[in-house]
């Protein structure tokens, strides 16, 4: 019986130790276990800090968008009907008419006069596209543009008031304010053929009580003053369309004479566009009190024109 009893011994000391081999194995896929979750933990935070970013840049994005939409509005929205004081108030037709009396092949005579322009080239004042406008800007800001600017707004403004006796006055003040003879027969035959014209094809009520109550030589501002404030359409755009044609005149003028090209020209044209548009803006802003002039060598070119030896123009 010892022998058996030994041979059992040996056996269980021999399995015992098969048994505590087992432990390292658990132990290896308990830390594999940990890993993988700490793996598996670390990809869900990075997954959802991932998410939270871009979920923050969009709503960044989109706040960004509406607060730079109303900028856009603001920019290039375009006036609603009831705008006061806007061409869409006075409807298509107003437009239609504004476009039509101030476009260069409506019949007023205006390709025959250079307001002094054609003597300014032949004294070499204007000799191309950059000192042409110069010259016109300063006929703008400090001379007969916005002299006629501020006319034309008060012929408009006394012929909506119904003051016969005040349009009176600015007709007469607006006759005896050109500086030369030859700029005088520019404004006045300019405004009679307006005149004419606007009442020949687009008469109406008021149109002719307005132009008697002149009783006298009608200047060019004014007669366009009278005409767009008979057919109700607003002060703003009259003038701004009146000093746009204006404008495109003396530069067509200067680019005959110096001569410019087509592209030049256009371009002297919208380098002016910000002076026209402060210049009318003065306009409609001023008083009578508030006329002058200060560009004595384009009223100079005016009378030096009337004796000039050979003339393309008549002013």
């Keep these: 019986?010892?022998?058996?009893?030994?041979?059992?011994?040996?056996?269980?000391?021999?399995?015992?130790?098969?048994?505590?081999?087992?432990k390292p194995t658990r132990m290896v896929m308990t830390t594999t276990t940990t890993i993988t979750v700490i793996?598996?933990?670390?990809?869900?935070?990075?997954?959802?800090?991932m998410a939270i970013t871009i979920i923050t840049t969009t709503n960044i994005a989109v706040t960004s968008i509406i607060t730079a939409n109303p900028m856009l509005m603001t920019t290039n929205e375009r006036p609603e009907a009831g705008d006061r004081g806007g061409i869409a108030e006075a409807g298509h037709a107003a437009l239609y008419r504004l476009l039509t009396w101030l476009s260069p092949s409506?019949?007023?005579?205006?390709?025959?006069?250079?307001?002094?322009i054609e003597w300014a080239v032949e004294a070499g004042d204007i000799k191309d596209a950059a000192s042409l406008q110069d010259w016109l800007a300063a006929m703008l800001t400090d001379g007969s543009g916005f002299c006629d600017g501020v006319f034309l707004a008060q012929a408009h403004r006394a012929v909506e008031a119904g003051d016969r006796a005040a349009l009176r006055d600015i007709a007469a003040l607006g006759a005896a304010f050109v500086p030369s003879r030859e700029r005088q027969l520019e404004t006045t035959a300019q405004g009679r053929a307006f005149i004419e014209i606007a009442r020949s094809a687009w008469n109406c009520a008021g149109l002719d009580p307005a132009v008697a109550a002149c009783d006298g030589a009608i200047v060019y501002p004014v007669a366009v003053g009278i005409v767009s404030a008979a057919h109700a359409i607003p002060l703003a755009p009259s003038l701004h369309a009146f000093l746009h044609a204006l404008v495109s005149n003396w530069i067509s003028a200067g680019a005959r004479l110096v001569p410019l090209g087509q592209t030049d020209s256009q371009r002297v044209l919208a380098a002016l566009e910000p002076v026209v548009a402060a210049t009318a803006t003065r306009a409609m802003a001023a008083s009578l009190d508030d006329l002058g002039s200060a560009t004595f060598r384009a009223d100079l070119a005016s009378l030096r024109h009337e004796t000039q030896y050979t003339r393309l123009f008549r002013s």
């Design 39 to 49: 793996t598996m933990i670390m990809i869900i935070t990075t997954m959802m800090i």
């Design 1 to 22: 019986m010892p022998a058996p009893r030994m041979a059992t011994r040996m056996m269980i000391m021999r399995i015992t130790p098969a048994k505590t081999t087992r």
């Design 106 to 116: 409506f019949p007023v005579g205006g390709f025959s006069y250079s307001s002094g």
